[in-house]
Protein backbone atom coordinates (compact mmCIF):
# COMPACT_ATOMS: atom_id res chain seq x y z
CA UNK A 1 0.00 0.00 0.00
CA UNK A 2 1.40 3.36 -1.10
CA UNK A 3 1.77 5.98 1.90
CA UNK A 4 2.46 9.92 2.13
CA UNK A 5 6.01 11.29 2.60
CA UNK A 6 6.89 14.55 4.98
CA UNK A 7 9.99 15.78 3.81
CA UNK A 8 11.40 18.05 6.30
CA UNK A 9 15.14 18.78 5.08
CA UNK A 10 16.44 21.39 3.13
CA UNK A 11 18.04 20.74 0.45
CA UNK A 12 17.61 19.38 -3.27
CA UNK A 13 15.02 16.33 -4.72
CA UNK A 14 16.26 14.65 -7.61
CA UNK A 15 15.40 11.08 -9.58
CA UNK A 16 18.03 8.91 -9.66
CA UNK A 17 17.84 5.32 -10.78
CA UNK A 18 14.40 5.48 -10.85
CA UNK A 19 13.86 6.36 -7.10
CA UNK A 20 13.73 9.91 -5.34
CA UNK A 21 17.10 10.98 -3.92
CA UNK A 22 17.14 13.98 -1.35
CA UNK A 23 20.38 15.48 -0.42
CA UNK A 24 20.25 17.59 2.42
CA UNK A 25 21.80 21.20 2.69
CA UNK A 26 24.87 19.32 4.97
CA UNK A 27 24.98 16.70 1.68
CA UNK A 28 23.38 13.76 3.60
CA UNK A 29 21.70 11.57 1.43
CA UNK A 30 18.17 9.73 1.64
CA UNK A 31 17.17 7.15 -1.37
CA UNK A 32 13.12 7.50 -1.23
CA UNK A 33 11.54 4.38 -3.04
CA UNK A 34 8.96 5.68 -5.58
CA UNK A 35 6.66 2.52 -5.49
CA UNK A 36 5.62 2.95 -1.47
CA UNK A 37 4.87 6.80 -2.47
CA UNK A 38 1.47 8.20 -3.36
CA UNK A 39 2.49 11.97 -2.13
CA UNK A 40 4.83 14.17 -1.19
CA UNK A 41 4.36 16.56 1.52
CA UNK A 42 7.33 19.51 1.46
CA UNK A 43 7.93 21.66 4.81
CA UNK A 44 11.23 23.03 3.75
CA UNK A 45 12.98 24.40 1.30
CA UNK A 46 14.04 22.36 -1.93
CA UNK A 47 15.54 22.65 -5.01
CA UNK A 48 13.97 21.08 -7.95
CA UNK A 49 14.16 20.75 -11.83
CA UNK A 50 11.57 20.02 -14.92
CA UNK A 51 12.94 17.03 -15.43
CA UNK A 52 12.04 15.86 -11.56
CA UNK A 53 8.18 17.15 -11.84
CA UNK A 54 7.98 15.80 -15.29
CA UNK A 55 9.23 12.01 -13.67
CA UNK A 56 6.26 12.87 -11.02
CA UNK A 57 4.14 13.06 -13.45
CA UNK A 58 4.79 9.85 -15.12
CA UNK A 59 4.88 7.91 -12.02
CA UNK A 60 1.51 9.84 -10.42
CA UNK A 61 2.94 10.79 -7.52
CA UNK A 62 1.23 14.47 -6.29
CA UNK A 63 3.75 17.13 -4.46
CA UNK A 64 2.56 19.45 -1.69
CA UNK A 65 4.50 22.40 -0.67
CA UNK A 66 3.89 24.29 2.49
CA UNK A 67 6.39 27.28 3.98
CA UNK A 68 8.48 27.76 7.13
CA UNK A 69 5.98 28.16 9.32
CA UNK A 70 3.43 25.59 7.80
CA UNK A 71 1.00 27.40 5.42
CA UNK A 72 -0.05 25.99 2.23
CA UNK A 73 1.55 27.38 -0.39
CA UNK A 74 0.48 25.07 -3.85
CA UNK A 75 0.59 21.75 -5.34
CA UNK A 76 2.15 19.51 -8.58
CA UNK A 77 -0.65 17.43 -9.58
CA UNK A 78 0.13 14.66 -11.76
CA UNK A 79 -1.43 14.11 -15.47
CA UNK A 80 -3.23 10.89 -14.56
CA UNK A 81 -5.67 12.97 -11.96
CA UNK A 82 -9.24 12.64 -13.60
CA UNK A 83 -10.88 14.85 -15.60
CA UNK A 84 -14.61 14.62 -17.29
CA UNK A 85 -16.27 17.69 -19.21
CA UNK A 86 -19.54 16.55 -18.55
CA UNK A 87 -18.66 17.00 -15.02
CA UNK A 88 -17.13 19.68 -15.05
CA UNK A 89 -20.07 21.54 -16.81
CA UNK A 90 -22.92 19.80 -14.08
CA UNK A 91 -20.79 20.99 -11.60
CA UNK A 92 -20.79 24.84 -12.49
CA UNK A 93 -24.58 24.41 -13.33
CA UNK A 94 -24.48 23.13 -9.33
CA UNK A 95 -22.80 26.15 -8.71
CA UNK A 96 -24.80 28.72 -10.79
CA UNK A 97 -28.42 27.50 -9.37
CA UNK A 98 -28.88 29.22 -6.32
CA UNK A 99 -31.36 26.36 -5.00
CA UNK A 100 -28.88 23.75 -5.60
CA UNK A 101 -25.62 25.57 -4.62
CA UNK A 102 -27.60 26.75 -1.18
CA UNK A 103 -28.75 22.54 -0.50
CA UNK A 104 -25.00 21.80 -0.92
CA UNK A 105 -23.95 24.46 0.71
CA UNK A 106 -26.44 23.54 3.69
CA UNK A 107 -25.20 19.80 3.78
CA UNK A 108 -21.23 20.79 4.17
CA UNK A 109 -22.06 23.20 6.98
CA UNK A 110 -24.58 20.44 8.52
CA UNK A 111 -21.58 17.81 8.30
CA UNK A 112 -19.43 19.58 10.26
CA UNK A 113 -22.07 21.17 12.65
CA UNK A 114 -22.70 17.73 13.66
CA UNK A 115 -18.58 17.50 14.26
CA UNK A 116 -18.34 20.09 16.27
CA UNK A 117 -21.32 18.68 18.54
CA UNK A 118 -20.02 15.47 18.88
CA UNK A 119 -16.56 16.63 20.06
CA UNK A 120 -18.27 18.87 22.66
CA UNK A 121 -20.87 16.14 23.26
CA UNK A 122 -17.38 13.86 24.47
CA UNK A 123 -16.31 17.21 27.09
CA UNK A 124 -20.02 17.23 28.59
CA UNK A 125 -20.47 20.45 27.19
CA UNK A 126 -24.51 21.74 25.90
CA UNK A 127 -23.75 22.89 22.25
CA UNK A 128 -27.64 23.99 21.40
CA UNK A 129 -27.04 21.77 18.02
CA UNK A 130 -30.79 21.38 17.40
CA UNK A 131 -31.48 24.76 17.61
CA UNK A 132 -28.50 26.23 15.41
CA UNK A 133 -30.06 22.87 12.89
CA UNK A 134 -33.24 25.10 12.95
CA UNK A 135 -31.67 28.30 11.77
CA UNK A 136 -29.47 26.38 9.17
CA UNK A 137 -32.20 24.95 7.64
CA UNK A 138 -34.55 27.98 7.69
CA UNK A 139 -31.59 29.73 5.52
CA UNK A 140 -32.38 31.55 2.36
CA UNK A 141 -28.90 31.98 0.65
CA UNK A 142 -25.49 31.26 1.35
CA UNK A 143 -24.38 34.06 3.00
CA UNK A 144 -27.06 33.43 5.90
CA UNK A 145 -25.68 29.65 6.01
CA UNK A 146 -21.95 31.31 6.44
CA UNK A 147 -23.28 33.15 9.27
CA UNK A 148 -24.94 30.05 11.27
CA UNK A 149 -21.49 28.26 10.81
CA UNK A 150 -19.64 30.81 11.76
CA UNK A 151 -21.89 31.61 15.11
CA UNK A 152 -21.73 28.12 16.07
CA UNK A 153 -17.94 27.37 15.25
CA UNK A 154 -17.72 30.67 17.70
CA UNK A 155 -19.91 28.78 20.70
CA UNK A 156 -17.07 25.49 19.94
CA UNK A 157 -14.38 27.90 20.05
CA UNK A 158 -15.35 29.53 23.44
CA UNK A 159 -15.70 25.94 25.08
CA UNK A 160 -12.19 24.85 23.97
CA UNK A 161 -10.78 26.45 27.28
CA UNK A 162 -13.01 23.27 28.92
CA UNK A 163 -12.08 20.86 26.60
CA UNK A 164 -8.19 21.30 26.77
CA UNK A 165 -6.58 20.54 29.81
CA UNK A 166 -3.24 22.75 28.80
CA UNK A 167 -2.78 25.77 27.26
CA UNK A 168 -5.20 29.14 26.97
CA UNK A 169 -7.19 29.30 23.13
CA UNK A 170 -9.03 32.57 24.07
CA UNK A 171 -10.08 33.21 19.97
CA UNK A 172 -9.10 31.74 16.85
CA UNK A 173 -6.13 33.52 15.25
CA UNK A 174 -4.20 32.89 11.94
CA UNK A 175 -1.96 34.56 9.83
CA UNK A 176 -0.42 34.02 12.31
CA UNK A 177 -1.42 32.12 14.95
CA UNK A 178 -0.58 33.59 18.09
CA UNK A 179 -0.62 30.72 20.71
CA UNK A 180 0.01 26.94 20.82
CA UNK A 181 -3.77 25.50 20.12
CA UNK A 182 -3.85 28.10 17.15
CA UNK A 183 -0.71 26.65 15.91
CA UNK A 184 -1.71 23.67 15.61
CA UNK A 185 -5.33 24.14 14.04
CA UNK A 186 -3.42 26.06 11.31
CA UNK A 187 -1.18 23.30 10.28
CA UNK A 188 -3.72 20.78 10.83
CA UNK A 189 -6.37 22.21 8.75
CA UNK A 190 -3.30 23.01 6.28
CA UNK A 191 -2.72 19.21 5.86
CA UNK A 192 -6.62 18.67 5.70
CA UNK A 193 -6.86 20.77 3.10
CA UNK A 194 -4.22 18.69 0.87
CA UNK A 195 -5.54 15.92 1.71
CA UNK A 196 -8.79 16.75 0.47
CA UNK A 197 -7.45 18.19 -2.74
CA UNK A 198 -5.84 14.54 -3.46
CA UNK A 199 -9.16 13.02 -2.70
CA UNK A 200 -10.84 15.37 -5.31
CA UNK A 201 -8.41 14.53 -8.19
CA UNK A 202 -9.36 11.46 -8.14
CA UNK A 203 -12.59 12.04 -8.82
CA UNK A 204 -14.02 13.81 -11.80
CA UNK A 205 -14.95 16.93 -9.54
CA UNK A 206 -13.37 20.72 -10.53
CA UNK A 207 -11.68 21.46 -7.41
CA UNK A 208 -12.17 25.16 -8.01
CA UNK A 209 -15.54 25.19 -8.20
CA UNK A 210 -17.27 25.14 -4.53
CA UNK A 211 -20.80 25.96 -3.27
CA UNK A 212 -19.95 26.98 0.43
CA UNK A 213 -17.07 29.15 -0.33
CA UNK A 214 -16.52 31.15 -3.30
CA UNK A 215 -15.21 29.98 -6.29
CA UNK A 216 -12.06 32.89 -6.85
CA UNK A 217 -9.00 32.62 -8.81
CA UNK A 218 -5.77 30.59 -7.71
CA UNK A 219 -7.30 28.61 -4.78
CA UNK A 220 -8.88 25.10 -4.79
CA UNK A 221 -11.99 26.36 -3.03
CA UNK A 222 -13.54 22.54 -2.98
CA UNK A 223 -11.33 20.99 -0.63
CA UNK A 224 -12.34 24.54 1.87
CA UNK A 225 -15.90 23.24 1.53
CA UNK A 226 -15.19 19.49 1.61
CA UNK A 227 -12.74 20.11 4.49
CA UNK A 228 -14.99 21.77 6.92
CA UNK A 229 -16.36 17.76 7.54
CA UNK A 230 -13.14 16.73 8.46
CA UNK A 231 -11.55 19.42 10.10
CA UNK A 232 -13.69 19.04 13.13
CA UNK A 233 -13.77 14.79 12.66
CA UNK A 234 -10.19 13.93 12.49
CA UNK A 235 -8.11 17.35 12.57
CA UNK A 236 -9.66 18.19 16.09
CA UNK A 237 -9.16 15.44 17.30
CA UNK A 238 -6.12 14.61 16.65
CA UNK A 239 -5.23 18.05 18.71
CA UNK A 240 -7.43 17.55 22.01
CA UNK A 241 -5.52 13.97 21.71
CA UNK A 242 -1.76 15.40 21.35
CA UNK A 243 -2.44 18.52 24.25
CA UNK A 244 -4.48 16.62 27.01
CA UNK A 245 -1.73 13.21 26.62
CA UNK A 246 0.85 15.20 26.64
CA UNK A 247 2.42 14.28 23.27
CA UNK A 248 2.96 17.67 22.32
CA UNK A 249 4.66 19.72 25.01
CA UNK A 250 6.22 23.12 25.24
CA UNK A 251 9.56 22.17 23.78
CA UNK A 252 7.72 21.23 20.46
CA UNK A 253 6.91 25.32 19.79
CA UNK A 254 8.86 28.22 18.52
CA UNK A 255 7.64 31.64 19.19
CA UNK A 256 8.42 35.13 17.80
CA UNK A 257 6.74 37.97 19.36
CA UNK A 258 3.30 37.13 19.12
CA UNK A 259 3.87 34.67 16.43
CA UNK A 260 3.90 31.09 16.99
CA UNK A 261 4.54 27.41 14.92
CA UNK A 262 5.39 24.13 15.41
CA UNK A 263 9.30 23.59 14.99
CA UNK A 264 10.37 20.07 13.23
CA UNK A 265 10.35 18.33 16.15
CA UNK A 266 6.43 19.34 16.60
CA UNK A 267 5.58 18.83 13.08
CA UNK A 268 6.64 15.47 13.30
CA UNK A 269 5.11 14.32 16.11
CA UNK A 270 1.68 15.71 14.85
CA UNK A 271 2.15 14.27 11.44
CA UNK A 272 2.63 10.95 12.69
CA UNK A 273 -0.31 11.45 15.17
CA UNK A 274 -2.60 12.24 12.02
CA UNK A 275 -1.38 9.54 9.69
CA UNK A 276 -2.60 7.25 12.97
CA UNK A 277 -6.14 8.41 12.73
CA UNK A 278 -6.30 8.59 8.95
CA UNK A 279 -5.19 5.01 9.07
CA UNK A 280 -7.20 3.84 11.51
CA UNK A 281 -10.01 1.58 10.14
CA UNK A 282 -13.38 1.09 11.86
CA UNK A 283 -16.68 -0.49 10.71
CA UNK A 284 -19.15 1.85 8.15
CA UNK A 285 -22.05 0.44 8.23
CA UNK A 286 -23.71 2.36 4.86
CA UNK A 287 -20.80 0.30 2.56
CA UNK A 288 -21.11 -2.55 4.83
CA UNK A 289 -17.16 -3.02 5.40
CA UNK A 290 -14.54 -1.66 7.60
CA UNK A 291 -12.56 1.76 5.88
CA UNK A 292 -10.05 4.18 7.08
CA UNK A 293 -10.62 7.76 7.99
CA UNK A 294 -8.51 8.85 5.12
CA UNK A 295 -10.61 6.70 2.45
CA UNK A 296 -13.33 8.82 3.87
CA UNK A 297 -12.32 11.66 2.35
CA UNK A 298 -12.39 10.08 -1.28
CA UNK A 299 -15.66 8.36 -0.25
CA UNK A 300 -17.40 11.48 0.49
CA UNK A 301 -15.87 13.07 -2.79
CA UNK A 302 -17.33 10.19 -5.09
CA UNK A 303 -20.81 10.78 -3.10
CA UNK A 304 -20.99 15.42 -4.39
CA UNK A 305 -19.53 13.87 -7.64
CA UNK A 306 -22.80 11.21 -7.95
CA UNK A 307 -24.99 14.00 -6.66
CA UNK A 308 -23.64 16.71 -9.30
CA UNK A 309 -24.60 13.61 -11.93
CA UNK A 310 -28.24 13.02 -10.54
CA UNK A 311 -27.13 9.55 -9.52
CA UNK A 312 -27.50 10.24 -5.48
CA UNK A 313 -28.84 13.10 -3.47
CA UNK A 314 -25.85 14.11 -1.43
CA UNK A 315 -26.01 13.97 2.20
CA UNK A 316 -22.95 15.30 4.08
CA UNK A 317 -21.05 12.40 6.57
CA UNK A 318 -22.06 12.40 10.07
CA UNK A 319 -19.82 10.40 12.35
CA UNK A 320 -20.28 9.04 15.55
CA UNK A 321 -17.14 8.61 16.42
Do not use: W
Amino acid sequence: MKKDYYIFTSGELKQQNYNLVLIGTDGTKKVIPIESISNLFVYSVLHLNTTLFEYLGQIDINIHFFDYYSNYKGSFISKNAQHSGNTHVKQAQCYLDDNKRLYLAKEFVRGAMFGIHKNMQDYNIVSQYDEYIKKLDSCSNVSEVMGVEGTFRKKYYDAFDYMFNRYKFEKRTKQPPKNEINALISFGNSMMYSYCLNAIKQTYLNSTISFLHEAGDRRHSLCLDISEIFKVNIVDKVILKVINKNIIKDEHFNKEDTFCYLNDKGRKIFVREMEDKLNSTFFHRKINKNTSYKNLIKLECYKLCKHILDDEVYVALKLDS
